[in-house]
């Protein structure tokens, strides 16, 4: 059996760049300590829009570039891009179509105990993923750690647990 943690999107554009928060900046040293303790493997997704992204859907409702593949805003955490074993999930949806293929060929070759998902945002790309997962692995127990999660807002985090929770989601250190 193995355990997998799901880093999602702890890029510099969400942490302190163009859609960054105290929050997101405030989970930065938790997200290290869960990474460096966590014992199974560990994956990343990373945001990734072109330069084209103000004339995509997303772009016009959220009319903020970021994570354009190349730039500094784009990169992972340096400090959490050091400890990355794993090749990066690039997605270009809140929900990354490569993620549950990856853990159902992980779970094929070895029976996969829980996924724990952290990052950013809890409300936005955190759910979306863990929603995904639950459809593709729906007797995986699946665990978000509130405390290495922000959201666009507190409200919009909290509000994204709580709809977890009701998703038979495991929501721990809130």
Known sequence: MQNVLVVVDMQND?????LGTK?????????????????????????TH???????????????????RGTEGWE??????ALRTT???DKVTFG??????????????EAIESITFIGLCTDICV?????????????????????CCAGVTPESHKNALEAMKVCQVKVENE
């Not at 969400?14 to 163009?18: E, L």
């Not at 990474?35 to 199974?40: A, K, R, T």
């Not at 004339?55 to 570039?65: I, S």
């Not at 992972?76 to 891009?81: C, K």
């Open 50 to 68: 072109f330069e084209n992204y103000m004339d995509t859907q997303e772009g016009q409702n959220l009319p903020v570039p970021h994570c354009i």
């Open 87 to 89: 090749e990066a999930i």
């Open 23 to 47: 929050e997101a900046v405030a989970i930065v040293p938790n997200v290290k300590t869960k990474i460096e303790n966590f014992e199974g493997t560990v994956l990343f997704t990373r945001d």
């Open 96 to 109: 990354s179509s490569e993620l549950p293929n990856k853990l159902l060929a992980m779970n094929e070759v």
């Open 14 to 18: 969400f942490i302190d760049g163009a």
């Open 127 to 147: 759910i979306s993923n863990v929603m995904v997962t639950k459809a593709f692995l729906p007797e995986v127990p699946v665990i978000v750690d509130a405390a």
């Open 76 to 81: 992972i955490r340096a400090e959490l891009e």
